[in-house]
């Protein structure tokens, strides 16, 4: 009897997903451009209209770099995206679905697009770019910086879409940045000066469908959030939250500086522990990487590691198959040794059902 009451629902979701697509029409419409400085909190309140599906996040600003005789800089190994230091959608005043650093997003966003896309460049059309150009007269440098906030689970499934025209939702989404020192660290001989900041986000939402039946399944929610854990030099031990159902999961380790580190650092298989007896993944960080690098059709920067459960053999168009649920779980651990101490940055992206 469950079984046929499962079997039920699922054919309700699949006719449902079918009508809606049948019966919404898409819209990218641009939110605004707000001015912005160092250090400053930038908040954009959401249209209360349609589906929300994605969020597209642009950043425009000037890097003048001056040196007597040298042409060039170095950036920070972080840059541009070193220069957001959080970027949250947040909902009913506190409560945030998506919640990253600007590096983390750009490693989310290489996971849901190709990794070239996400690559800076110094000139071009690209979504991201960054000149390295300095002068005794001063140059300035155009900084572009396009990422993507994704609330749905891929652009070809409704599953988190968000329900904007909703009385009870006061969308709202918050870009905090940090300085030019940032994204150019200082050196001998330069100065750095950082103007023209803006920023723009365009929206990416679906008509809400005349046809009852065709209205979307909204009860599952997806989340991206981030935590910094110390790493010490030794056996190390991340307990990850449960209740869950993750469907990426990154790490990024740092030594005290903080730089990102090698995969030598990382001295023993890593592992992940559900229950501290099953362990379902044990993998050498040199593998890992490996397989990123397959994943996403280029390297993932230095230090930065994926475990990505939607991938049954495309990136985040996969089903649920190797999704980790961990609603019943007592314990769900990242582990691995590191020959260094530092912190190790864990983001994850997972589901949850709406009671």
Not at 196 to 212: C, H, N, Y
């Amino acid at each position: 009897m469950a079984t046929q009451v499962q079997d039920t629902k699922n054919q309700d979701a699949m006719l449902r997903a079918k009508l809606f697509t049948q019966n919404t029409r898409r819209f990218q419409q641009v939110v605004g451009a707000k001015s912005a400085t160092e250090g400053s909190t930038t908040s954009f309140d959401l249209p209360k209209t349609r589906l929300l599906s994605c969020i597209k996040m642009t950043i425009n600003a000037v890097l003048t770099a001056t040196h007597a005789s040298l042409t060039a800089y170095t950036p920070h190994e972080d840059a541009p995206f070193s220069l957001i230091n959080r970027v949250e959608v947040n909902l009913n005043n506190g409560f945030a679905p998506f919640s990253l650093t600007g590096f983390q997003l750009a490693n989310y966003n290489r996971t849901i697009k190709t990794a070239p896309i996400v690559n800076v460049g110094t000139s071009g059309r690209g979504e991201n770019i960054m000149p390295l150009v300095s002068s005794s007269g001063g140059t300035a440098n155009a900084i572009r910086i396009t990422l993507d906030l994704p609330v749905t689970v891929n652009p070809r499934d409704a599953i988190g879409l968000l329900l904007l025209q909703n009385d009870e939702i006061n969308p709202v989404v918050n870009v905090i940045l940090n300085s030019v020192a940032n994204i150019a660290p200082a050196s001998s001989g330069f100065t750095f000066a950082l103007s023209g900041i803006s920023i723009r986000l365009t929206t990416d939402s679906f008509a809400v469908p005349a046809e009852k039946n065709a209205f979307p399944d909204l009860s599952v929610l997806k989340l991206v959030a981030s935590r910094t854990e110390t790493m010490i030099a030794g056996e190390n031990i991340f307990h990850l939250p449960c209740s869950q159902t993750y469907r990426k999961l990154f790490f990024a380790i740092y030594d005290t500086t903080p730089v990102r580190q090698l995969d030598s650092v990382i001295t023993s298989n890593i592992e992940l522990l559900v229950n501290q007896a099953d362990t379902p993944y044990r993998i050498n960080p040199v593998d890992l990487a490996s397989m990123n690098s397959c994943e996403y059709l280029g390297d993932m920067p230095k230090g930065v590691y994926v475990f990505d459960f939607s991938d049954n053999g495309i990136p985040n168009l996969g089903g649920a198959r190797d999704y980790i649920d961990t609603e019943k779980v007592q314990e769900f651990w990242l582990k691995f040794t590191s020959s260094t101490a530092g912190t190790c940055q864990i983001f994850y992206e997972t589901i949850s059902r709406l009671s």
